[in-house]
């Protein structure tokens, strides 16, 4: 499952879903990753990614990024019911 | 290739119409130090949890206040309020620095006792003070304040007993204007007590009648309330020197003063909303120096400040245990210390600051202690960067009555140091461990082999 293909990401971390019209801030991190959810990349891809450039190990990360994923459902930024990162 | 600083991803949802106009956000720096030394540092050395205490800022406190009451009164004595914090070390700047000895149970007396505090300078408060513990006060001439009528009583026939005439005052309570009324200590001024109290001790004779005391109440907000409390006690020693020609050395107007603390509910911050020490001065010397004394007669004015003088002194520093999220979405961050050791969590919202640099976002969260017991909430709301297992947090204004109240509830209690004026750091108490838990207990024979 993936994020929502309508979700419009600005470069300073503002991000706008049009179908609920709610409005959400992310850090820069963040913003990186919705970036790579919204090109389809899988977490395994992400964590490469992101533990290739910054200070942060695996297991430090994939707990980071499931509730980050955990976090974008909640707030309903993802399609369906499966997790973003499938 | 170098590799960037981390931060964990935070997205969080924009609400309109929710921030007040000082906004959500209250930290904008790291406190990696206290009084030069770094927190991780002193966490290394002794462990974490840690309590703080810093001298330089005490003796400050103290000074500010000694010159707010000084330059507006010219007769005036701070007595240290033992049960805001016993510590000895802390006892002692204080007493170092003039101040005297406030006291509210025979354990505080002799703790007094042993800092070599004179008796004479030990003023002996509290509803519940033993016969055995009167009988100490009168031998070491210390200043008793009468709660009630058995203790007028019992202290009567002590005095008779004793064939002593001990120096007392009473506490009087009365409505200052704020409630709700604190009227379970004392005699109370409006309903007559208070003057039927004194004149049973002027007839009676066997006491020697020396000052009067009240305590309105704790983290007053209205520095006007101390105005009227002062004027009242003042108008009741000139009915004294009227009535029974009796001039009476002093006026003991308590504690309560607020430190610099946000009460839980409180719109404004603590140091927006509570009066400086020069705020509560200024009321309580304008009224006794109004109230009609003759120069000579102007009755000493005793303070018994504790929280004011200690509070902004002491930190709490401790360390994320784990991040995790709760079923409606809210962040919840468990760290090391809860309610066991920072007692005062139930009444403030304590500002803490992250020890280790961070970014501009921040997310909403709640703080939870380490103990397995539901009320065990540090912060039910904060807004804080994202902080990280093993990261280091820093509790301001937690140097009152958290030393004293604190629990050993599931958990030891940790170590106290006191980062000194020259910049050296004293352990003044040592980090409980199992056998400081176990030295007092006892097993009887037959449960001493539970044979599973």
Known sequence: MKLKKNIAL???????DPSTGNSFTVNPIGLEIIGYLKEGRNAEEIKR?????????????????ADFVNMLQKLKL???NGKATD | MKKQAYERPIIQKLNTGLMNKYGTKTEYEPVTHIDGHAVHDLLQAHGSPLFVLSEKTMRQAFRDANRAFKTRYPKVQFAWSYKTNYLSAVCNVYHQEGSWAEVVSGFEYRKALDNKVPGTKIIFNGPAKTGEELELAIRHDSLIHID??????????????????PRVAIRVNMDTGVYPMWDRFGFNYEDGQARDAIHMIVQGDKLE????????????????????AAAKLSQLVMEVKKTYGKTLQYI????????????????????????????????????????????????????????????????????????????DGRRATILDFGVNILF??????????????????????????????NIDVVREHITLPPLKKDDRVVVHTVGAYNMTQWMQFITLRPAVVMVGKDQTVSVVRKRETMASIQQEEQVPEHLKHPDL
Not at chain 2, 269 to 289: H, K, M, N, R
Not at chain 2, 349 to 372: K, N, W
């Open chain 2, 344 to 373: 005062t969590s139930f009444w403030y919202d304590h500002r803490i600051s992250p020890a280790q640099p961070f970014g501009q976002y921040t997310e909403d969260a709640v703080l939870y202690g380490p103990l397995c017991m």
């Open chain 2, 252 to 327: 003991d107007l308590g504690g309560g003063f607020a430190s610099k603390n946000t009460l839980k509910g409180s719109y404004l911050q603590g140091v927006d909303a509570c009066p400086t020490i020069d705020q509560y001065a200024e009321p309580i010397c304008t009224a006794i120096l109004n109230a009609g004394f003759t120069e000579d007669e102007l009755p000493l004015l005793i303070l018994e400040t504790g929280r004011a003088l200690i509070d902004e002194a002491g930190y709490l520093l401790g360390t994320v245990v784990s991040n995790k999220r709760l079923a």
């Open chain 2, 148 to 165: 009630h009528f058995d203790e007028l009583y019992s202290l009567t026939q002590l005095a008779e007993n004793m064939n002593r005439r």
């Open chain 2, 209 to 228: 009648l020396v000052g009067l005391h009240c305590h309105i109440g704790t983290f007053m907000l209205s520095p006007s309330a101390y105005g009227v």
């Open chain 1, 49 to 65: 990614e992101i533990t290739a450039r910054y200070e942060t190990d695996g297991p430090g990360f994939e707990k980071d990024l």
């Open chain 1, 10 to 16: 600005s470069d300073t971390g503002f991000v706008f």
């Open chain 1, 78 to 80: 993802t399609d369906g």
